[in-house]
C-alpha cells in the first residue's frame, strides 16, 4: 500500500495515478464523497473512505487531505487577460476613494514608472466617479499636469471610457476627434474611446503583453480557477493580442484559455485564430456607467437612451453566418433596448434556419443586465446562454448604487435577474469581466446568492454550478466541471472548514443540511466572512498551483 503523502506532493507531475483522500469531496456521484482517484488526467473514481482503501494499493500516489475540501475548478467565462494583468501590474484605482486621491495616486505611478513611460504607454484601471465626493472625473488639464507629459491610459471601472492624456490622444492620430464620443476636455467614449484604446494596446511592447498575462494567468491559478474565457476582438484587445494568450496558455502549465473573438461576420477570422466562438465582446451596446448601455427609456440622468451599436439586422446576419458555419456566436447586451435587438436577430435565423439549429449551437450572450420578462421566455425559447457577472451588482446595486443613478430605483431593481433566468430553463455561466470586476470567484458565487435585490438571489448551489459546469456547457461541453467518473480532473484544494447548504428559502437550507438529504454542502458564503483560500489548483490531472 503506497503511504499518504502530504498536498505538496502534487507537485510530482510523473504520477499519473493520484488517490486523493481524508477530506470533503463535493460531487453528484455520492453526497458523502471523502475520497478521488485520478488516473491520466480524468476523474477514475469518487466514493467514500472504506472503498479507498482498495485504489490506495495500486495508487502511485497517494495524498492526505487533512480534512481539506475538493470542488471543481472554477471557471471565469468572461475575462479580458492583458488588461486584467496590466490593472494587475499597473495603476489600480479601483479603490480610490476621491479625485484628489486618484491625481496624487497617478503623480506617484508617473514618478516610479518614468523610464517606461519615455516613448511607451503607461497604463491604469478602475477610476468610478460615481463613488467620488467630486462626482466628476479629472479635467484634461487636471490630467495632465498629474501625467508630466506622459502617454497616459486610465479606462473607467467598466472599461467603456477611458481617460487619457494630451500625449496620447497625440498618439492616436487625427482621426480621434471626428469619432463619435470624442470630448476635448473630459472622458472618451464609444468610437473614440475604441481609437485611443488601440493607441494604448498598440503601443505596447512584446515584453509587457507577456508579462500582463502571466500575471492574469498566474493569479487565476491562485484562486482556484482552471479555466478562462478570453473575450477578445478588434475592439477590444487585436488578432495578436489574442495569439500570444492563446499560445502563452498551451505551452505552459496553468488555466485552460478559450478564445472568443467579437467581430461581425467573422467565422474565417475566428477559426484562424483558434477562437472557440465569433463573438464574446461584440459590441450592441455600452455600459451603464459611461451612459452607453442601450435603453428603450431615457436614462434617469441624462436625456438620451445610449448608444446601439449594430442593428437587429446586423445580429441575424451575424448569427446566420455562424449558424450555417456551426460555430458559436455571441453578443454583449446589456440594456433592454439592446436585448431587445438581440432577441429580434435571433428569432429572424430561428424563423429561418429552424429553431433546433439555432439552439444547438447555444449562442452567448454577455452581461444580459436590464432583461424583461418576454426577453427572458425569449432566451429559453432560442437556447441562449447567458454569461453573466454577479459583482457587477456587489458593486453597483443597492438602493444608493450606480444603477439606481443611472436608471432609478424601479428599473435599478429588475438588474440581473439570476433566479428569473434560471426558473425559465436559462443556462447560466458565471465570471467577473476582469478588470471591470476583480477575479474572485467564491466572490462571485457571494454576489449571487446574496444579491441585493432578493428576489434575485439564487442557492449557493446553483451559483457555484454557474461558476464551474456552467462555463464549461457555455463552450458546449457538458462532460467537464463537475467531479464524477470520466470527467476531466480539472479541481481545486480548500482549506478546511464547516460546510453547509444555503438557499434563498431558509426551509430548504434547513432541510439540506439535514444529513439524509444527501445535499453535499459548500462553504458558508455569508457576507463578513472570509473567503475559502486555495491549497491547490489542479489542471487536466497536472498541479499548476500549491499555496
Not at 492616436?172 to 473630459?186: C, F
Not at 471591470?436 to 448551489?461: K, M, N, Q, Y
Request: one cysteine or more; aromatic letters at 6%.
Amino acid at each position: 500500500m503506497t503511504a499518504a503523502a502530504p498536498l505538496s506532493a502534487l507537485a510530482d507531475t510523473a504520477a499519473r495515478t493520484i488517490l486523493l483522500r481524508g477530506g470533503d469531496v463535493y460531487s453528484p456521484a455520492d453526497p458523502f464523497a471523502t475520497a478521488l482517484l485520478v488516473q491520466d488526467g480524468v476523474v477514475a473514481w469518487v466514493g467514500e473512505e472504506g472503498a479507498a482503501e482498495s485504489y490506495a494499493r495500486d495508487a502511485e500516489l497517494v495524498v492526505d487531505l487533512q480534512g481539506a475540501l475538493v470542488t471543481p475548478a472554477f471557471v471565469d467565462a468572461h475575462v479580458h487577460a492583458t488588461s486584467t494583468g496590466l490593472a494587475l501590474t499597473g495603476l489600480d484605482l479601483t479603490a480610490c476613494p476621491s479625485l484628489a486621491e486618484a491625481l496624487r495616486r497617478i503623480r506617484a505611478f508617473v514618478a516610479r514608472n518614468a523610464d517606461a513611460g519615455r516613448g511607451g504607454v503607461l497604463l491604469g484601471h478602475g477610476w468610478d466617479e460615481t463613488k467620488w465626493p467630486e462626482r466628476r472625473a479629472p479635467s484634461l488639464a487636471e490630467l495632465d499636469e498629474a501625467a508630466a507629459g506622459a502617454a497616459l491610459y486610465l479606462s473607467r471601472t467598466d472599461v467603456h471610457s477611458a481617460l487619457a492624456s494630451s500625449a496620447l490622444r497625440a498618439l492616436a492620430g487625427p482621426e480621434l476627434a471626428g469619432s463619435a464620443g470624442y470630448t476635448p476636455e473630459g472622458p472618451l467614449s464609444r468610437a473614440a474611446h475604441h481609437v485611443v484604446r488601440a493607441a494604448a494596446l498598440g503601443h505596447l511592447t512584446p515584453a509587457q503583453r507577456d508579462a500582463a498575462q502571466r500575471a492574469t494567468l498566474d493569479h487565476a491559478m491562485t484562486l482556484g480557477i482552471g479555466a478562462l474565457h478570453e473575450c477578445a476582438g478588434p475592439q477590444i484587445s487585436s488578432e495578436a493580442d489574442l495569439s500570444a494568450l492563446l499560445e502563452l496558455a498551451a505551452s505552459n502549465p496553468g488555466p485552460e484559455v478559450f478564445g472568443y473573438w467579437g467581430e461581425l461576420g467573422a467565422v474565417d477570422a475566428a477559426r484562424r485564430l483558434g477562437a472557440v466562438g465569433a463573438g464574446g465582446d461584440l459590441f450592441i451596446d455600452g455600459a451603464l456607467g459611461s451612459h452607453t448601455a442601450c435603453l428603450h427609456d431615457h436614462y434617469s440622468d441624462a436625456e438620451h437612451t445610449g448608444a446601439a451599436y449594430i442593428s437587429a439586422a446586423q445580429i441575424a446576419d451575424h448569427v446566420a453566418a455562424c449558424t450555417e458555419a456551426g460555430l458559436q456566436a455571441g453578443f454583449h447586451a446589456i440594456g433592454d433596448g439592446a436585448l431587445s435587438a438581440l432577441v429580434e436577430g435571433v428569432r429572424a435565423v430561428a424563423d429561418k434556419l429552424g429553431l433546433e439549429r439555432v439552439r444547438a449551437l447555444r449562442h452567448r450572450v454577455e452581461h444580459a443586465e436590464l432583461l424583461t420578462p418576454a426577453q427572458i421566455a425569449a432566451f429559453a425559447e432560442l437556447g441562449l446562454t447567458a454569461s453573466v457577472q454577479p459583482a457587477f451588482d456587489a458593486f453597483w446595486g443597492g438602493e444608493e448604487g450606480m444603477y439606481v443613478d443611472r436608471l432609478g430605483a424601479e428599473r435599478a431593481g429588475t438588474m440581473n435577474p439570476f433566479a428569473a433566468l434560471l426558473r425559465a430553463g436559462v443556462p447560466l455561466a458565471f465570471g467577473s469581466d476582469a478588470p471591470v470586476t476583480p477575479l474572485d470567484p467564491w466572490g462571485t458565487v457571494r454576489a449571487a446568492a446574496f444579491h441585493r435585490t432578493p428576489e434575485h438571489r439564487i442557492s449557493v448551489r446553483a451559483a457555484f454550478t454557474a461558476h464551474t459546469r456552467g462555463g464549461w456547457r457555455a463552450l458546449g461541453r457538458d462532460d467537464a466541471g463537475v467531479l464524477v467518473p470520466g470527467a476531466p480532473a480539472s479541481l481545486a484544494v480548500w482549506e478546511p472548514g464547516e460546510l453547509v447548504v444555503q438557499a434563498p428559502d431558509q426551509r430548504v437550507a434547513n432541510w439540506s443540511t439535514d444529513p439524509r438529504s444527501g445535499v453535499p454542502g459548500l462553504p458558508d458564503l455569508t457576507p463578513g466572512r472570509e473567503l475559502p483560500r486555495c491549497l491547490a489548483t489542479v489542471v487536466n490531472g497536472r498541479a499548476v498551483h500549491l499555496a
